[in-house]
């Protein structure tokens, strides 16, 4: 099980990666929220894979997962979803303002490059 | 006056010109001068116990662990610049109000000047090395401010560079001296560090801390080779010239070799290296001066030479070497700051420096020329002006000095010093006012106003009380010179006065004084053989450095900050990864601790259907919808796996989130091309699928390293699970968490997502009011429009929904404390069930329903956390500090009422507000011309009476 999670982790970031280093918007957006996902995970697997012990007290029940983790990661993915918002409105207002949604600098526009006039 | 007082008056007060500049220059410069008169006073309350001998102390610690104390202290020697930099600094404020032009901002002037006065009272009354090097950093960035006042000269922008950059680079290793310092002594209190001599001496870190201590000095005091930075700072405005450049600033570096003094000199390091800066710095500065034109220059390397005499002074260790550096001190910065304003005068009144173009002054501007003459001559040394007394003291200790075995050496530099210094005071006298009168004078000189004259009047006052009875400054002195010393050495029992009789010194001044005047009589010679010779210019020099150092930045830097975010985003992830490479191979893998738990059939299905949505994804992103679609399956599957390991919230969160998101994506992907283009090279693909395999392995073996092995320290979860209940009053530990145990980085977190959709909205507000607005209105749709945008069925299900939703929104919000759930988890789920109406009845007709605008919800959810934050302290808590009680009300059972509900409401609504603000802001953007904004919910509505659609 152990491994089957690492690897989801490693998939994700991997993919993450890939679609972060594409060079239009939308698949880096896309490509961010991939690694997004990778890092919730991975911080919560940082409290150890538990099944069927949720961090919700009982009477007699003395097992419960570490409810840390959760706490953190969960106002991760609500913060994420706000960063995801804003970086898709900055992207969408690149694009809006200039009909272009490269990420990076198109060299066409200016070939002389480097010193300021 | 309380010492804090002092040092923040001039802070305080540098608000308060940029202010009354509506008010009038006089009243800028009135504020100005009471601010500084305050501090002064302040200052001189003290003086019966520094007269007393005793220490005034202030101390607060502000961050002990570090050592890093706000401690003042307040002893003969710290008195003595403090006064000189207040006392001098009224003067210049009356000065500076006449001598600043009608075009020039007084505001700004004067808020930079009180600044460096601030910072500078700080420097020479902190008890604690670190805060010192605070104030010393700030007078490098006022005096850059000051030099550069006059923003519009190419002169005063290079000048203030040069001098940021050297003082700047001095303070810095002079952090590094000054930690080291610290270090051996255990303390940055500078009365500690005074007490352990012998200490500092004999570690072997004493030579390193020196040095750099001493750059830190010699920049600031533009001691050479570091001197070229001072004249360059002379396109500032003459009263900053007189009061940084002569007679504050760059006597820090004195103030701090005096002030380290007792620890630091006395050794044959401390000997050669300040001895000898001073005696190269005293004579190139006193022969470059001869041969300067420009008045401010002639007086800028003038001021070079004489700071090196006073390092000179302290470098030869003896404490009648500290008395008669203490004493030259405040002579020099009487004469020379007359100086300085004088030559503003000629300079305003004559509009021109150039010493070329003056002579004959002295019937046009008589009060001027006895200012200054009378100054000059002090600086020249003639006898019953304060400057021969000082001078007298140095060419004594200039005898008693043998530097590199050589007994000679040091006295007749001394002397050629001297006599060079003489020689520039007389072509001052002689070539400014001496002479015939001239008709080409670019303005026509006359005597200004005494709000010039008396300043530098006051001064000269001074230089001539001291000259003529130096027995009454001679007490001061002493007690200056006695905290110059601390335990190394006794006060010298020596006497300040005229006559000593036929000794070496009077010889040695003769000979200047009379070697001055010779070389005058051939100085037109001497200025050809000057001119003929070949010197280095130190501008020229400091700018190719610069440029080299620039250079080799840019070749270092620009082919890996080269404009590209993808490339940037490459160098990190290969950066991060080796780096975890490093420390993976370097570090020691223990064994492993746990026993990997057993998967069965429906988690490796999970699994696969996770790998395969994320291999999709890949392989199809350039369709956006369908790739939209694909990420949906990730983070469902991403939620169940959540649910599966024992995170049910995390689980609900996930899913909520998910859908807010993917509405967010769809609401984007309306304006954006729906496909992606191919454009990358292959080879480009497969490095980039390179980095990502190197990436994701990394993360692999990192996560299946940890989870099979358990925490190093044992996780600080228990006292959370034992406490939830008993402390917090809820059995889901996650939520306590959240709004109890870490409430504070809750509260700081639903802030942050209020200010994103606070960003969101304000952007949208940008595009809407550019010419993005008329392309969004004319947009023609790229794809067929549904004919029916408002579907009935679609219509009527979410408002059959929306009570159910809002239930279980109610619900979940309400159990979150005891059960799965929560003010972040309700936020969502409410949320969406508002988006839904958006949805099926479009923007117009559900923001005219919206009763409260979603910033004010914000606010109100932001509101309502903080203040259950601050009502804690009512009862005496700390910030945040849940209660909680149980109540029955028959019927009902039991329940819990906790102020953690009133903080998660709180959340609720913050995080109701920035979703909503955010989708509604995406969903602004997607109104166009061609949409019609229906009033009915309905585009079809059988029961609605008009036969037609309005506008159809």
């Known amino acids: 099980m152990e491994l089957l999670v690492s690897s989801a982790i490693g998939v994700l970031t991997a993919g993450g990666i890939y679609l972060m280093l594409r060079l239009r918007t939308f698949p880096v957006i896309l490509g961010i929220s991939l690694l997004t996902y990778a890092v919730n995970v991975f911080l919560f697997a940082s409290g150890r894979l538990t099944v069927g012990a949720p961090p919700i007290l009982r009477d007699g029940v003395e097992v419960y997962t570490d409810p840390l983790p959760q706490a953190l990661v969960l106002t991760a993915i609500v913060i994420s979803f706000g960063m995801t918002a804003v970086v898709v409105m900055i992207g969408l207002g690149a694009y809006l303002g200039s009909n272009d949604d490269h990420v990076d600098d198109q060299p066409t526009s200016d070939d002389t490059s480097g010193g300021a006039a | ?952």
């Not at chain 2, 500049?21 to 100005?32: E, I, K, L, Q």
């Not at chain 2, 070229?228 to 002569?246: D, E, G, I, K, R």
């Not at chain 2, 993976?584 to 696969?608: F, H, K, Y």
């Open chain 2, 1 to 952: 006056m309380s010492l804090f007082i002092i040092v923040a008056l001039p802070f305080l007060g540098a608000l308060l010109p940029g202010l009354m500049n509506s008010a009038g220059r006089a009243a800028c410069a009135g504020v100005t001068f009471t601010v500084s008169l305050l501090a002064f006073v302040g200052l001189l309350t003290n003086l019966p116990s520094v007269i007393a001998g005793e220490v005034v102390t202030a101390r607060v610690d502000w961050m002990p662990h570090l050592g890093l104390n706000f401690t003042l202290m307040l002893d003969g020697l710290g008195f003595f610049f403090a006064l000189l930099i207040l006392g001098i600094g009224l003067l210049i404020i009356t000065y500076a109000r006449h001598y600043l032009s009608r075009k020039d901002n007084m505001g700004e002037f004067f808020t930079y000047l009180l600044l460096f006065q601030g910072a500078m009272v700080g420097i020479v009354l902190s008890d604690n090395i670190l805060l010192l090097l605070i104030f010393w950093e700030l007078t490098s960035l006022s005096s850059f401010l000051l030099i550069g006042y006059w923003k519009h000269l190419p002169e005063g922008r290079q000048g203030a560079r040069m001098a940021l950059t050297v003082t700047g680079m001095g303070g810095l290793a002079m952090i590094g001296g000054m930690l080291i310092l610290g270090q051996i002594v255990g303390s940055y209190d500078l009365s500690v560090i005074l007490q352990n001599r012998a200490l500092i001496q004999a570690d072997p870190l004493y030579v390193p801390a020196l040095i750099l201590i001493l750059l830190g000095c010699f920049t600031k005091s533009a001691q050479f080779p570091f001197h070229f930075w001072l004249p360059h700072a002379m396109a500032a405005p003459t009263p900053v010239s007189a009061y940084l450049h002569s007679a504050t600033m760059v006597k820090a570096g004195i103030f701090l070799m005096a002030r380290m003094w007792p620890v630091l000199s006395g050794t044959p390091e401390w000997f050669m290296i300040v001895t000898t800066a001073g005696l190269v710095t005293m004579v190139l500065g006193a022969v470059i001066a001869l041969f300067k034109h420009d008045l401010k220059a002639l007086l800028a390397f003038s001021t070079v030479s004489h700071l090196g005499l006073i390092t000179m002074l302290l470098g030869t260790g003896t404490a009648f070497g500290a008395m008669a550096a203490v004493f030259h001190i405040l002579n020099h910065a009487t004469f020379k700051a007359a100086l300085f304003m004088s030559a503003g005068i000629i300079d305003h009144e004559a509009h021109t420096r150039d010493i070329r173009r003056l002579g004959g002054l002295r019937k046009l501007m008589p009060v001027t020329f006895g200012v200054a003459t009378l100054a000059a001559l002090s600086m020249a040394g003639i006898p019953l002006l304060n400057g021969f007394l000082s001078k007298e003291m140095m060419l004594e200790e200039a005898g008693h000095t043998v530097l590199f075995g050589m007994p000679l050496l040091v006295p007749v530099m001394a002397t050629v010093g001297s006599l060079f210094s003489a020689a520039y005071c007389f072509r001052l006298i002689g070539h400014v006012f001496l002479g015939p009168v001239r008709d080409d004078y670019p303005a026509t000189p006359h005597d200004p106003g005494p709000g010039l004259w008396m300043p530098p009047g006051i001064l000269v006052v001074l230089v001539v009380v001291i000259g003529v009875a130096p027995f009454m400054a001679e007490p001061f002195v002493k007690i200056v010179t006695a905290s110059v010393l601390g335990e190394a050495a006794d006060v010298p029992k020596n006497y300040i006065k005229i006559w000593h009789g036929l000794v070496p010194a009077l010889y040695m001044s003769i000979v200047a004084v009379v070697g001055g005047l010779l070389l005058m009589m051939v100085f037109n010679p001497a200025l050809r053989l000057w001119d003929a010779a070949p010197r280095p210019e130190a501008k020229r020099i400091f700018e190719a450095i610069v440029e080299t150092a620039a250079a080799v930045a840019r070749t270092l830097i620009l082919p890996l900050h080269n404009g590209s975010f993808t490339r940037y985003a490459a160098i990190g992830t290969v950066a991060i990864v080796g780096a975890g490479l490093h420390a993976w191979s370097t570090g020691q893998v223990g064994a492993p601790t746990r026993e990997a738990q057993p998967a069965d059939l429906v988690q490796i299905a999970g699994w696969l259907m996770l790998v395969a949505a994320t291999g999709g994804l890949v392989l199809m992103h350039r369709n956006r919808l369908l790739s939209l679609i694909l990420i949906g399956i990730v983070g469902l599957m991403v939620s169940v796996g959540f649910v599966f390991f024992s995170a049910p919230d995390l689980a609900m969160t996930q899913f909520t989130v998910e859908v807010v998101t993917i509405i967010l994506l769809l609401l984007a992907l309306n304006f954006l091309p729906k496909t992606t283009p191919v454009e990358s090279t292959m080879l480009r693909r497969i490095r980039d699928a390179g980095i990502a395999i190197a990436g994701g392995l990394a993360t692999f073996a990192l996560a299946h390293h940890y989870l099979l092995r358990d925490a190093i320290a044992a996780p600080i979860s228990e006292f959370h699970l034992a406490n939830s209940y008993k402390g917090g009053g809820g059995t889901n530990v996650v939520n306590v968490i959240l709004v109890d145990f870490r409430g504070f980085d809750t509260y700081g977190e639903i802030i942050v997502l209020g200010i994103a959709a606070l960003l969101i909205y304000a952007l949208t507000e940008t595009l809407l009011s550019s010419n993005v607005r008329a392309r969004l209105l004319n947009r023609q749709p790229d794809q067929p429009r549904a004919g029916n945008q408002h579907p009935m069925m679609m219509v009527v299900l979410t408002r059959v929904i929306m009570p159910i939703v809002l239930l279980v929104g109610f619900y979940i919000f309400l159990r979150g404390h005891n059960e799965p759930g929560g003010g972040f988890i309700a936020g969502l789920i409410v949320s969406i069930a508002v988006v839904m109406q958006y949805m099926a009845s479009g923007f117009g007709w559900a923001s005219d329903r919206l009763r409260y605008p979603y910033h004010g919800v914000i606010g109100a959810g932001v509101l309502i956390a903080g203040m259950t934050g601050i009502g804690s302290w009512f009862v005496g808590k700390p910030f945040l500090t849940s209660d909680f009680t149980y109540v029955r009300i028959p019927p009902f059972e039991k329940f819990e009422l906790a102020t953690a509900a009133l903080f998660d409401l709180g959340v609720f609504l913050a995080v109701v507000g920035a979703v909503m603000l955010s989708l509604e802001s995406f969903s602004r953007l997607a109104r166009t011309a061609h949409t019609e904004e229906s009033d009915h919910p309905m585009d079809i509505d059988p029961s609605r009476d008009e036969p037609e659609r309005e506008g159809a």
